[in-house]
């Protein structure tokens, strides 16, 4: 038996599709790894429903070594926390591990407004109707990550100050 839920594993299908669309598609990133586009989807997708209630795809996850490049591609280790989240971890990003490119801003600062802005907007639309669907869930939680993004970035400028 195994000790991985289906609602876990539906939780890093959905984050493994996140982090290729902030890594700019699964189209691009299939060009950088050892697998292809159909095999890519299948880490993030369920697949059709079977007869006997299973999907299709609903046991292939992404391995260890795709999840690292994937989150290398998108700049923040979405799918890497949330095998720790699942654990009980969480992640904190190493000091030396920080690459400050520029000094920090009010632009930057000025940009997670923005973006916290969108999600607010976005939010208020998906709640319009009292639910929120699968793709609204999807856009808000991409839009989300790209906030703890662009936060940490922020983050790392001050504290290198």
């Known amino acids: 038996m195994r000790l991985i839920s289906e609602e876990l594993i539906l939780s890093l299908k959905g984050v493994t599709d996140a982090c290729y669309r902030l890594g700019g598609g699964v189209t691009s990133f299939a060009l950088l790894t050892r697998v292809g586009v159909s095999t890519l989807v299948k880490y993030a997708t369920l697949g059709e429903r079977r007869g006997d209630g299973s999907h299709e795809h609903g046991a292939t996850l992404i391995p260890v070594d795709i999840a690292v490049e994937a989150d290398l591609r998108a700049g923040s280790p979405i799918i890497t926390s949330e095998m720790a989240r699942q654990l009980g971890f969480r992640l904190e990003p190493l000091a030396e ?35 929120i669907d699968a793709m609204e869930r999807r856009e808000l939680s991409q839009q989300i990550r790209r906030i703890i993004r662009a936060a940490e970035c922020v983050l790392a400028r001050l504290e290198a100050l």
């Open 97 to 131: 591990r920080i690459v400050i490119e520029a000094p920090l801003s009010e632009a930057d600062v000025l940009a997670i407004m923005d973006k916290a802005t969108d999600v607010w907007r976005m939010a208020r639309s998906a709640f319009a109707d009292g639910r």
